[in-house]
């Protein structure tokens, strides 16, 4: 696979197989992810894989902090407080599309919410992947971990795997930490489920629209 293909052609898969990841294949991509660029070379993510009874712990905490209405409590935040345009427009625009490829309608309040509640389960994905930093270290480091975990996406790919990156899985830092005994100093920046992709589910079949070149970008001479 080429590195064009790479980038344009994933997806933020929200359907996987019932196939496990070998951990040879596991520590292959982050291996190759490991060559991400940071700022003086200072690497500041923290990784953490789960599979099997850790990930259930933790799906299974989410899960039951949202049924008893525990408000989420995560350590940054990744929306603005409120929307302005064009941002606001496309978020909406993404959210229609996704609901109509789960054949979701508009007032169906219900299916919404199963819909949202999925995150919590990784999608289904055999293996959720879990992205730290020492809360020492400033916004730029923040830019780093972002190119970290686009490679690990892409490094992926060159294993037929699929993925998705969640905010969502966030939303609860402390159980994360708790579940997975990780220190306070360290903030979760999101989770990162992956797997094989169910390409006969029709949530699969979603995609985004991207702008233009010309929209976004400016020539100085």
């Known amino acids: 696979m080429n590195i064009k293909d790479a980038i344009t052609d994933r997806i933020s898969v929200r359907s996987y197989l019932e196939k496990p990841i070998s951990k040879e294949t596991l520590t292959n991509i982050l291996d190759t992810a490991r060559w991400a660029p940071s700022g003086t070379n200072t690497q ?45 427009s496309r978020r909406f625009e993404c959210g ?35 992205f730290f930093i020492d809360k020492v270290m400033g916004k730029g480091s923040w830019v780093d971990m972002g190119m970290f975990i686009q490679s690990v996406m892409l490094a992926a790919r060159q294993y037929g795997l699929g993925s998705c990156p969640q905010a ?3 939303d609860y830092p402390d159980i994360v ?17 992956l ?8 949530v699969n079949q979603y995609r985004t629209r991207r702008e233009s070149v010309e929209s976004f970008t400016s020539w100085a001479d």
């Not at 309040?109 to 990784?122: G, H, I, P, T, V």
């Not at 797997?195 to 029709?202: F, L, M």
């Open 195 to 202: 797997g094989y992709p169910n390409d006969e589910s029709p």
């Open 96 to 130: 229609m599309d996704l609901y109509k490829a789960l054949s979701i309608g508009r007032e169906d309040k219900e299916k919404r919410e199963a819909a949202a509640l999925a995150n919590y389960d990784f999608f289904g994905a055999p293996v959720s992947i879990f």
């Open 177 to 193: 930490r708790d579940v997975l005994d990780v220190s306070d100093q360290y903030s979760l920046i999101c989770g990162l489920s």
């Open 168 to 170: 969502s899985t966030s």
């Open 44 to 88: 500041p993510w923290k990784v953490i894989v789960t599979q099997g009874k850790s990930k259930q712990a933790i799906s299974s905490a989410f899960l039951n902090a949202h049924k008893k209405g525990i408000k989420t409590n995560p350590d940054y935040d990744y929306y603005p407080t409120e929307w302005a345009e064009p941002f606001k």
